[in-house]
């Protein structure tokens, strides 16, 4: 399993995303978004499975559910679920912060 590290340092990370900011990160040949929530991170593919919706704007409910804002499927953030099976599961990755940075990893 690859990781990859955004930015030098713990205070790197959070002096450049604020809370509720999302980014584009480039992992090898797939880009996905980083959103963080408070002090934590979110990483998932930008596009719905369901129909393509950007996941730009998506909500993130107590750290643990997207919801689409096209139709409103949910997908569980630890696993990518959808949380009533309606679609493929989203591609979620881990996404932890460290005194190094923003580590990123899974598989892409
Ligand atoms: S495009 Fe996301 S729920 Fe339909």
Redesign the pocket.
């Given at each position: 399993m690859k990781t990859y590290t955004i930015y030098q340092s713990q205070q790197d990370v959070l002096e450049k995303i604020s809370d509720g900011q999302v980014i584009t990160v480039q992992l090898g040949e797939m880009k996905v978004y980083v959103k963080r929530v408070g002090l934590s991170f979110f990483a998932f593919e930008r596009y719905?499975p369901?129909?393509?919706?950007d996941l730009k704007k998506a909500h993130i409910h107590e750290g643990r559910e997207l919801t689409?804002p096209?139709?409103?499927?949910c997908y569980d953030m630890v696993n990518g679920r959808e949380v009533r099976g309606r679609?493929r599961s989203l591609k979620v990755f881990g996404a932890i912060l460290s005194e190094n940075g923003l580590e990123i990893f899974g598989s892409y």
């Open positions: 719905c369901h129909s393509g919706a689409c096209m139709h409103g499927y679609s």
